[in-house]
């Protein structure tokens, strides 16, 4: 090509080439400083649109998660308390076995039974975790309830969210209805209501068969918050993990390689240099026509 006094061509090549390094340059200096190749929308739509959403659902299982670890308090509390009152029933139960013998006085008996109920009160009323107490109902209402504990979240292919719940019937768990020694009462009711102090033989043993039966209720409450428990630490196990695996997806689609971007970047840091040498050159050339009119 012909040199001009006009148009430095070589020189706009040159421009134009140091340009583009410098443009690419900044985006990977940019992808370095941000940890991501894809940060915004004009960077890659289809994906910043897919992670933004999978970035949603994180935020929707991590709330789903918090739920699950109340929902475990409040189990965790309402079995322990259930597995203490089961205790203390059969610590009843032995009362009113000494209390069959004629040389006992029942009097002294109902005193010791007398402090055994006043402690299956307060172990039913501490069973309170986040101000809900399961074994206690304070109304008719109440007492038939269902608790439900948030356990998944889900999105449909049409986009709609899903909530799934674990429900737990609190019929089937209250030790007493209405307060505890008024109004209906439930699996411990009768055991609270025993009183030893002029009963015959024959009546002791129908209360202790009625001790036994609460036992049998009791282990029966035991049993569904236990698998209630179970059912929800799997479930803890598993949103963690899906958490996981969501992460790892939205990593594969909009983090950067640090490796990868580290050598891009000394590469075109080189290009750069070779890019402003290339362009003095170019511009020197319009210098060597001016010799020839000298």
Sequence with gaps: MANSIKTNFAAMTALQSLNTTN?????????????????EAADNAAYWAIATTLRSDTSALSTVQDSLGL???????????????????KQIRDKLASARQDTVDKKLVQTDIDALQEQLVSVANAASYSGQNWLVSDSA????????????YSRNAAGSANIATI??????????????????TSVLGTVYAIDVSAMTSGQIQSEMDKAAAAITSLTTVATTLGSVKSRISIQQTFVKDLRDAIGRGISSLVDADMNEQSTKLQALQVQQQLGVQALSIANQSSQSILRLFQ
């Design 23 to 39: 443009k690419n340059l900044e985006k990977t200096q940019n992808t370095i400083s941000t940890g991501f190749k894809v940060n």
């Design 71 to 89: 929902g475990a308090g409040q189990v965790d509390v309402a079995y322990t308390a259930v597995n203490n009152a089961i205790e203390i029933v």
């Design 167 to 184: 429900d737990v019937a609190l019929a089937g768990i209250r030790l007493f209805h209405n307060s505890v020694g008024g109004g209906t």
């Design 141 to 152: 209402a109440s007492a038939v309830g269902t608790a439900q504990i948030v356990s998944s």
